[in-house]
């Protein structure tokens, strides 16, 4: 296996600091908005396969402490109190708390399992509790959870850690918040989605401005590092004009950063979306116009377009991390934490170690049926070829740095870049006549309508796309 390469890529500093506001063209944007990956990894979780087996990663593990790497854990609460009709993330519904000590037994089981292959010396950089909603734990649980995490892997109290939090402002408050930062956690996510009570009540998720209000107003004084505020476009009833006044407001705000997702209808795979009537979402014109609204008033704010959905002001880590060239992208989307192997606990959470992704089941009986049976509860995963090695690091600098240095791939992975990619490139001709690239020699750059399209950039260089169906994947715009 080649050594693994380096995330920084000196090409970093001069793309993410060229122009980010588009010279906006709708037919060129109709024209690319075709499905495709969101490569939060490479290859996609569609390559994962059953015949990888908790061994293989147990092998993984042992293999990484071999580079010293630091870690990042994430540790995945399925458990909501209330379902979203737009909700995509493995979930359960229910408000009977008492389901949470025996999962809170299995992660510990889990942890154990996993640590004894590690050299736990190694720094835990990063921590990131998703769901679900984590804040269904009540704040002795959380504690509970915290203590056996750094019994398990050594937490940090580095000033440089990044350890994040996704909260429900619906069901926590500035008690919540004192008890997080006393647990270690600096930086924390609001799930907000839009401030109109006319889309809140479509999606089920009643949430009036003040409760994200009071909780920012608590963490800023507080002195969390860094919040991010989610919102999403697309949603029923929304309109260029009512998602501009939801912008106005978390302006005001003044979060660090946004992330502003694009709404995948899918009913098909996830039910709670069977909730939401068709014909009450925005028409494809009507999400372009909330889409470009959303680009010029956060830029014109003084926010930094990291890519795809993700805006950060300039002194946050991802603005940084993105001008150093040492941006990341993993399964929580972007990150200033390069080059950590990542351990997924939890019920569906997926692990990033070494050369391998290994994923958890996604339903709870089988989740607690393997760790009661004593075994890491791997059920699917794959190790990485070579050449899906050099695709990832060039996919990955791509979707971070919005262009790629093939001299300097070259020169990583002791390759000749632009032969080994030829065929990429060919397919990326149309794109560059369409103006979605600039190339110059060894340097391909996107341009600003580029950026917006990105993930079709990526997938010229996707060698397992061919084989899947494009139908499992959202729209890129």
């Given at each position: 296996?080649?050594?693994?390469?380096?995330?920084?890529?000196?090409?970093?500093?001069?793309?993410?600091?060229?122009?980010?506001?588009?010279?906006?063209?709708?037919?060129?944007?109709?024209?690319?908005?075709?499905?495709?990956?969101r490569y939060t990894s490479y290859p996609t979780a569609l390559s994962f396969h059953d015949q990888f087996t908790p061994g293989d990663l147990t092998q993984a593990l042992e293999r990484s402490n071999a580079s010293q790497r630091s870690l990042s854990l994430y540790v995945h609460?399925?458990?909501?109190?209330?379902?979203?009709?737009?909700?995509?993330?493995?979930?359960?519904?229910?408000?009977?708390?008492?389901?949470?000590?025996?999962?809170?037994?299995?992660?510990?089981?889990?942890?154990?399992?996993?640590?004894?292959?590690?050299?736990?010396?190694?720094?835990?950089?990063?921590?990131?509790?998703?769901?679900?909603?984590?804040?269904?734990?009540?704040?002795?649980?959380?504690?509970?959870?915290?203590?056996?995490?750094?019994?398990?892997?050594?937490?940090?109290?580095?000033?440089?850690?990044?350890?994040?939090?996704?909260?429900?402002?619906?069901?926590?408050?500035?008690?919540?918040?004192?008890?997080?930062?006393?647990?270690?956690?600096?930086?924390?996510?609001?799930?907000?989605?839009?401030?109109?009570?006319?889309?809140?009540?479509?999606?089920?998720?009643?949430?009036?401005?003040?409760?994200?209000?009071?909780?920012?107003?608590?963490?800023?004084?507080?002195?969390?590092?860094?919040?991010?505020?989610?919102?999403?476009?697309?949603?029923?009833?929304?309109?260029?004009?009512?998602?501009?006044?939801?912008?106005?407001?978390?302006?005001?705000?003044?979060?660090?950063?946004?992330?502003?997702?694009?709404?995948?209808?899918?009913?098909?795979?996830?039910?709670?979306?069977?909730?939401?009537?068709?014909?009450?979402?925005?028409?494809?014109?009507?999400?372009?116009?909330?889409?470009?609204?959303?680009?010029?008033?956060?830029?014109?704010?003084?926010?930094?377009?990291?890519?795809?959905?993700?805006?950060?002001?300039?002194?946050?880590?991802?603005?940084?991390?993105?001008?150093?060239?040492?941006?990341?992208?993993?399964?929580?989307?972007?990150?200033?934490?390069?080059?950590?192997?990542?351990?997924?606990?939890?019920?569906?959470?997926?692990?990033?170690?070494?050369?391998?992704?290994?994923?958890?089941?996604?339903?709870?009986?089988?989740?607690?049926?393997?760790?009661?049976?004593?075994?890491?509860?791997?059920?699917?995963?794959?190790?990485?070829?070579?050449?899906?090695?050099?695709?990832?690091?060039?996919?990955?600098?791509l979707m971070c740095d919005m262009g790629i240095d093939l001299a300097a791939i070259s020169q990583r992975w002791n390759i000749d870049a632009p032969r080994y990619f030829a065929p990429a490139l060919e397919r990326l001709q149309s794109a560059e006549n369409d103006g979605l690239?600039?190339?110059?020699?060894?340097?391909?750059?996107?341009?600003?309508?580029?950026?917006?399209?990105?993930?079709?950039?990526?997938?010229?260089?996707?060698?397992?796309?061919?084989?899947q169906t494009e139908q499992r994947y959202s729209k890129i715009v």
């Open positions: 296996m080649p050594v693994h390469a380096p995330a920084v890529s000196p090409l970093a500093s001069s793309v993410a600091a060229a122009p980010v506001q588009p010279v906006w063209d709708e037919a060129l944007l109709r024209r690319y908005d075709t499905s495709g990956p609460v399925p458990f909501c109190r209330k379902i979203c009709f737009y909700c995509a993330c493995n979930k359960i519904a229910t408000k009977n708390t008492a389901l949470t000590e025996p999962y809170l037994s299995r992660l510990d089981r889990e942890m154990v399992l996993t640590a004894r292959h590690l050299d736990t010396s190694r720094p835990v950089e990063q921590l990131h509790w998703g769901g679900g909603t984590p804040t269904f734990l009540s704040l002795n649980q959380m504690g509970d959870l915290i203590d056996r995490l750094d019994a398990r892997f050594g937490l940090s109290s580095s000033a440089d850690r990044d350890y994040a939090i996704e909260i429900d402002p619906r069901e926590a408050d500035v008690f919540t918040l004192r008890h997080l930062q006393s647990l270690g956690f600096n930086r924390i996510s609001l799930g907000v989605q839009d401030l109109s009570p006319l889309v809140q009540k479509a999606i089920n998720r009643i949430q009036p401005r003040v409760l994200t209000e009071t909780l920012m107003e608590e963490a800023h004084r507080l002195g969390f590092r860094s919040l991010n505020l989610d919102l999403i476009y697309g949603l029923p009833f929304q309109t260029e004009k009512s998602f501009a006044n939801t912008l106005r407001q978390v302006i005001e705000l003044n979060p660090a950063r946004l992330s502003v997702f694009n709404y995948a209808h899918m009913p098909e795979r996830f039910a709670p979306q069977r909730r939401i009537n068709v014909d009450d979402l925005p028409g494809g014109e009507e999400k372009l116009a909330i889409l470009r609204t959303t680009i010029e008033m956060l830029t014109a704010a003084g926010y930094v377009h990291i890519g795809m959905d993700h805006f950060a002001r300039p002194d946050d880590s991802l603005a940084i991390a993105q001008r150093e060239g040492s941006l990341q992208r993993n399964f929580q989307g972007y990150s200033s934490h390069a080059q950590c192997d990542l351990i997924g606990l939890g019920v569906s959470a997926i692990s990033r170690i070494d050369d391998i992704y290994a994923q958890n089941p996604s339903d709870l009986a089988s989740y607690e049926a393997a760790l009661d049976q004593g075994q890491l509860a791997t059920v699917r995963g794959v190790r990485l070829s070579d050449d899906d090695l050099i695709r990832r690091d060039v996919i990955e600098r690239l600039i190339r110059s020699g060894d340097q391909l750059n996107a341009t600003p309508m580029g950026r917006l399209l990105i993930r079709h950039i990526a997938i010229a260089f996707d060698a397992h796309l061919p084989g």
